[in-house]
């Protein structure tokens, strides 16, 4: 018997959501007074985000870059001795606080809703402290009904767009019916695409859980329609300083069961945002030294930064040379040549090859020359998917006019 052809469809993951930009934004979500702006302020190592002890203190979203640190890009520094260093980078969005009633325009919520829509990512900001001093908009913390209240009001939004989008929708029929067999086959495809992930949400379930369920076809038309639950999502938990320091809450196991439940596999990371903003004011020793004096207490924003990058599916690959070393953001899955593409279009169009090296064995090896001798230095076509950690250098062509 003749082997089994194998499905050119791709394996389903959550990396199948979303388009690649080399532009991509992480946004801040929450509750309002639950930490947003403070965690802003210290990511962003400035004030630039007002953090005031009252709702929609924020109202326009601030944004900010972000470093990511990297060990492996700073030994490429040391052994290369560049002119100039380019470290990997996220832009990170201040959004204001989300009230329920939000999807209908309650409080700021057609606004925030929309600055919502134009990340790529969605950090949820829980407080999971008590403190008579700070107001909470539903009178004390609850931060599992909080994230109970945002999410609803995400769908709730994501059901009035797919509603409004298959009204528009039924107003094409005629139209298409008129073109041709395949334009009625095509609208008919979309109306089913369009009823199924309402029914889905209708049933209380974010687009993001339905990988599994969702043909390449729903996922193409998910990336275009860019819908709020489809982003992928992490939980920042806002501790007090004396619950981060002894890594125990009330708050949570009730929360770790929340996310299990409805954003399995997602990332939860506890902080202490008037901890870390005060921190991150320190620059090299002075922060080191503040965070080894705290015991128990090491700033939680880098973790937060890589796992930011994780949960929108990205990894580095380096470039590194006596002028420059640099760290690209691509997309987990990307081949040589369209992660050369991030560097210029060019190194797509032309791609000839990629001269590769694994970071990590670089650094064991010690140089280029020893990763020469070990045979560890390669060379690898078009069809070569780039590891987070590659350092590439690209072969191009000459490029035809």
């Known amino acids: 018997m003749a082997p089994k052809k194998k499905s050119d469809e791709p394996e389903k993951g959550p990396w199948m959501l979303g388009k690649f930009s080399t532009h991509l934004k992480v946004g801040l979500v929450g509750a309002p007074n639950v930490g947003k702006s403070t965690l802003y302020n210290a990511l962003s190592k400035s004030h630039h985000s007002e953090a005031a002890n009252y709702p929609f203190c924020t109202i326009n979203p601030a944004e900010t870059k972000v470093i990511m640190e990297d060990t492996r890009l700073d030994w490429l520094v040391d052994m290369a001795k560049p002119k100039n260093i380019l470290k990997a980078h996220l832009t990170i969005v201040d959004i204001a606080g989300l009230i329920k009633g939000a999807s209908t325009g309650a409080g700021l919520g057609n606004a925030f809703l929309s600055h919502i829509n134009a990340v790529d990512g ?13 107001i909470h908009h539903d009178d004390k913390p609850n931060p599992v009904a909080d994230i109970e209240m ?10 009035s767009m797919l509603t409004g989008m298959r009204e528009a929708h039924m107003k094409k029929r005629t139209s298409a019916a008129t073109k041709s067999p395949a334009a009625l086959k095509a609208w008919e495809s979309e109306l089913a695409c369009l009823e199924k992930f309402k029914a889905w949400l209708e049933d209380g379930k974010d687009i993001r859980n339905g990988i599994d369920k969702w043909s390449t076809t729903e996922i193409d038309y998910l990336n275009e329609y860019a819908l709020l639950t489809g982003k992928p999502v992490m939980f920042a938990i806002n501790l007090s300083f004396t619950d981060y320091k002894r890594k125990k809450n009330k708050f949570l196991k009730p929360i770790f069961e929340w996310v299990q439940a409805n954003a399995k596999g ?3 990371i506890p ?4 901890y870390e903003e005060r921190i991150q004011e320190l620059e090299g020793a002075a922060f080191k030294e ?10 939680a924003l880098q973790k937060m930064i890589r796992e930011a990058f994780k949960m929108v599916n990205l990894v580095n690959f380096f470039t590194f040379g006596p002028d420059e ?5 691509i997309r987990r899955g990307f081949l040589a040549p369209k992660a050369g593409g991030v560097i210029h279009t060019d190194f797509e169009k032309a791609f000839i ?9 670089l ?10 001798e070990k045979g560890k230095w390669r060379q690898e076509g078009k069809n070569y998917e780039v590891k987070d950690g590659d350092c590439i250098e690209f072969k191009i062509g000459q490029i035809k006019k």
Do not use: Q, Y
Not at 290 to 299: L, Q, T, Y
Not at 325 to 329: F, G, I, K, P
């Open 353 to 361: 090859m990629a001269e590769v090296m694994a970071i990590d064995e």
């Open 363 to 372: 650094m064991e090896a010690g140089s280029v020359a020893a990763m020469k």
């Open 290 to 299: 503040a965070e080894e004096a705290e015991d128990g207490a090491p700033s």
């Open 266 to 268: 997602s990332a939860m």
């Open 150 to 159: 945002i999410t609803s009001e995400l769908r709730l939004k994501d059901i």
């Open 271 to 274: 902080f202490c945002g008037e």
């Open 325 to 329: 070393v640099r760290a690209w953001n």
């Open 122 to 134: 969605i950090i949820h900001v829980m407080r999971a402290f008590e403190d008579d001093d700070v």
